[in-house]
């Protein structure tokens, strides 16, 4: 499982006792910016962790980049005709402009 609830509620909730905490010992402005700033923090570790589970999608892998669907290969089609597979508008065996994206 991708997601794991128990150690995401521990996550919120720890956040959630810290921002109040330092709303109680930090003078006004300063602890709602404080509290503000935790809240923007915790779903970006939250992201860049999940990221780097998924297998090398995160910003400091290495990994050059990417995405989703084939990790920034570009879109590929097949020809619904002769089922060649290719890249761009017409199919380079028939010519037909039938085609279904192969991701």
């Not at 810290?18 to 992201?47: D, H, N, T, Y």
């Amino acid at each position: 499982m991708l997601i794991n609830y128990k150690t995401y509620l521990i996550f919120l909730f720890g956040s959630l006792a810290v921002s109040i905490g330092l709303q109680m010992l930090l003078p006004w402005p300063f602890g709602l910016i404080a509290a503000l700033a935790i809240f923007i923090v915790f779903p970006l570790f939250l992201r860049n962790r999940a990221l780097k589970r998924m297998g090398g999608m995160g910003t400091d892998t290495g990994s050059g980049g990417g995405g989703f669907f084939g990790q920034g290969q570009g879109v590929k089609y097949i020809c619904l005709a002769c089922n060649n597979r290719f890249k761009g508008g017409t199919c380079p065996r028939c010519g037909s402009k039938m085609k279904r994206a192969d991701f």
